[in-house]
C-alpha cells in the first residue's frame, strides 16, 4: 500500500520542483471538508465562508496562527480619547482591480453588514458598538464609539474590507459569479463551482508575504472517505479535518504529514428556553407537551450530567475533542479556570428529570449538520444513546450545514448540536453571539439558537465591554461564563483539535481559528 501511494504522490498532477535548498509549485489542491454558504464575506458569519473570504481579503486587524492580534490592513492605531480611536491606513495597497484602498473603503465596509438583508448570521455583531466614523485624510480615519470599547481592535479583524466601487450596488448572491470578489488579500478569484471547487490565483501585487503557490484550487470533499482517498490517491495535495479513524494511520506513513493544534471551537448543544412550547419534544406516547421541559434548570441539568464526554472525546473523536466547561479554552482571554468538566452522572440525571416531573422521561427529536463539525453526526448519534438511557425517547436528523444553518437560525430546534469559534480571540465572541438576549439594535446573540436569557449574564457582560481595565474585564467575562455554564444555558461538550494531512514535501503552519489558508501552505 505505502508503495503504490508512494508513486501516486510523485506523480500528482500538481506541478512540483524542488532545486538546492528552494521549493516552487504551479498549482497546490486541497480537499475541504464544508463549502461556503455565500462568497458575500458580510453575508453570512460561518467559519466555511470566513476561511474563503481571508484569501482573497483583508481587515483591519487579524490574527496570527496562534490567535494573536496583529496588524493588518491598519498600519497604526492609537486611542485620540475615550471614545475615539485613530487608524492609520498602510499606504499604496491596492485591491485586485489595481485601485487604490482609501479609507472611504474601509467606512463602506464598516457600513455595509447593516444593509444586507437575511442573514443568517450577521456581522453587526462587531459593528453596532461603533457610532460614528469619520475621514481625516485618504488613509487615516477616526472610529467613535458611545462608550469606551476595549475590544475595537478585536472587532475589526472580523470585518473584511471590500472595495465600495466594486460591491456597491450588488446583492449578495451575485457574489458566486466572481462580481464584488475585489480584495486586496493574497488570492485573486478566478472561478467557483458551488458543490464542486473554488479556483484562486496569487496576487502578484499582494504587499505582504506572498503565497508559495501561482494557483490554489479548493476542492469540496464533505464526505470523509471520499476527502480521505483524494489525499491518498493524489488527487488533491492536502486536506483539512483529517477523518479521526485516519490520523494515526497517516502519521506513521512516510508519504505524508499531519498536522494538528488545539482550536479555539466549541463544540456545543443548544437548548430551546424561551418558548413556553417547543415544537420537537412530546410525551413518550408521541403527544405534544403543553409546556417545554427546557425551560426547567433541572431538566437542563439533567441533560447535562447524562452526556458522558470522556467516552466522546476518547472513542467518538478519537483524541480530537478536549473536554470542556468553557467557552474558550486556555489560555485564551476570559477562560475560567474554576469551572470543571460535568460529572457524568446518569443515577443523578434520572432523579433531576423525576424532580422535574418526567419520572418516565419525554419524546424529542435532535438536529444538527452532519458535514461541518469533526464526527459531528456520530455526536449526535452518541448524545442521543446517552439521552435514551436516562429515559429521553429520542430520535436524530442530521443533514447538511447549507440546510441546517438557515433552520437553526430560524430558532425551528429545539435541541440542536453547533459550534463556535472565537473569532475575536476571546470569550466575549461566544458570549455575546450564542448567549447574550437577543437584541438586533445592540448586536447581541445574533445566533442564539436557543433563544436564551439571562439578564445577569447581560449586565456582567454589558459591564466588561464598557471596562478598559484587561483585569477588571476578564472577571467580569469569567463570571459571566460562570452564570452560564452554571444556568445550563448550553451544553458544552469539547474544543476540536483541528488537524491537517498533506504528502511530503507540503507543510502546513496550523491555526487555533481552524482556518485552511493557502498562504499557510509552504514547500519543503
Not at 156 to 172: D, M, N, R, W
Not at 232 to 238: P, Q
Not at 350 to 361: S, T
Not at 425 to 441: F, H, K
Request: aromatic content about 8%; overall charge neutral.
Amino acid at each position: 500500500m505505502t508503495t503504490r501511494i508512494s508513486a501516486l504522490v510523485v506523480t500528482g498532477l500538481t506541478a512540483f520542483c524542488v532545486g538546492i535548498g528552494l521549493a516552487c509549485a504551479a498549482e497546490l489542491r486541497i480537499g475541504m471538508s464544508s463549502e461556503p454558504s455565500s462568497l458575500d464575506p458580510h453575508f453570512h458569519n460561518l467559519a466555511s465562508n470566513n476561511n474563503i473570504a481571508a484569501h482573497v481579503f483583508e481587515a483591519l486587524t487579524r490574527f496570527d496562527s496562534d490567535s494573536r492580534l496583529v496588524a493588518g490592513l491598519a498600519d497604526s492605531w492609537r486611542v485620540v480619547d475615550d471614545t475615539t480611536w485613530e487608524f492609520k491606513l498602510r499606504r499604496d495597497v491596492r485591491f485586485h482591480d489595481g485601485s487604490e484602498l482609501t479609507a472611504e473603503d474601509v467606512i463602506w465596509s464598516l457600513d455595509r453588514p447593516a444593509t444586507i438583508a437575511n442573514s443568517p448570521g450577521a456581522f453587526t455583531l462587531y459593528t453596532k458598538q461603533i457610532v460614528d466614523k469619520q475621514i481625516v485624510d485618504q488613509n487615516t480615519l477616526w472610529l467613535k464609539t458611545a462608550t469606551p470599547y476595549p475590544l475595537m481592535l478585536n472587532d475589526l479583524s472580523a470585518i473584511f474590507i471590500v472595495s465600495k466601487k466594486a460591491t456597491q450596488g450588488l446583492k449578495s448572491e451575485e457574489f458566486a459569479s466572481g462580481n464584488g470578489l475585489v480584495g486586496t488579500g493574497p488570492f485573486r478569484f478566478v472561478s467557483f463551482n458551488r458543490g464542486d471547487r473554488l479556483e484562486l490565483a496569487r496576487n502578484e501585487n499582494y504587499q505582504g508575504e506572498k503565497p508559495a503557490w501561482d494557483r490554489v484550487t479548493m476542492r469540496f470533499l464533505t464526505n470523509d472517505p471520499s476527502r480521505m482517498a483524494a489525499l491518498l490517491s493524489g488527487d488533491v495535495d492536502a486536506i483539512e479535518n483529517v477523518p479521526s479513524a485516519d490520523v494515526g494511520q497517516l502519521r506513521t506513513n512516510p508519504s505524508f504529514q499531519v498536522f494538528s493544534k488545539v482550536s479555539h471551537r466549541l463544540i456545543y448543544f443548544t437548548l430551546d428556553q424561551g418558548r413556553d412550547v417547543t415544537p420537537f419534544i412530546s410525551d413518550r406516547s408521541g403527544q405534544p407537551l403543553l409546556n417545554n421541559p427546557f425551560k426547567d434548570l433541572r431538566v437542563r441539568q439533567a441533560f447535562n450530567k447524562a452526556i458522558n464526554r470522556t467516552v466522546i472525546a476518547e472513542k467518538v473523536m478519537e483524541g480530537l475533542g478536549i473536554p470542556t466547561a468553557n467557552l474558550v479554552p486556555s489560555p485564551m482571554f476570559g477562560y475560567n479556570p474554576a469551572l470543571k468538566v460535568e460529572a457524568f452522572d446518569p443515577e443523578r440525571a434520572r432523579k433531576l428529570l423525576a424532580e422535574a416531573g418526567y419520572p418516565d422521561g419525554f419524546g424529542l427529536t435532535i438536529h444538527g449538520p452532519n458535514n461541518r463539525y469533526i464526527n459531528d453526526d456520530k455526536i449526535l448519534q452518541a448524545v442521543a444513546q446517552m439521552l435514551s438511557r436516562i429515559g429521553i425517547k429520542i430520535s436524530v436528523e442530521a443533514m447538511p450545514l447549507t440546510v441546517f444553518f438557515p433552520r437553526a437560525n430560524k430558532k425551528e430546534f429545539t435541541m440542536a448540536l453547533a459550534g463556535w469559534g472565537s473569532q475575536t480571540g476571546e470569550v466575549s465572541s461566544p458570549l455575546r453571539s450564542i448567549l447574550a438576549t437577543i437584541n438586533a439594535e445592540k448586536g447581541m446573540g445574533t445566533v442564539n439558537f436557543g433563544l436564551y436569557s439571562n439578564p445577569k449574564l447581560d449586565a456582567l457582560l454589558e459591564e466588561a465591554l464598557r471596562s478598559v481595565d484587561d483585569r477588571k474585564r476578564e472577571k467580569l467575562l469569567q463570571d459571566a461564563v460562570a452564570v452560564a455554564i452554571t444556568d445550563v444555558g448550553l451544553i458544552p461538550i469539547h474544543h476540536q483539535v483541528a488537524t491537517w494531512a498533506a504528502r511530503k514535501g507540503v507543510v502546513y503552519i496550523p491555526r487555533t481559528d481552524e482556518r485552511t489558508l493557502g498562504s499557510q501552505f509552504v514547500a519543503r
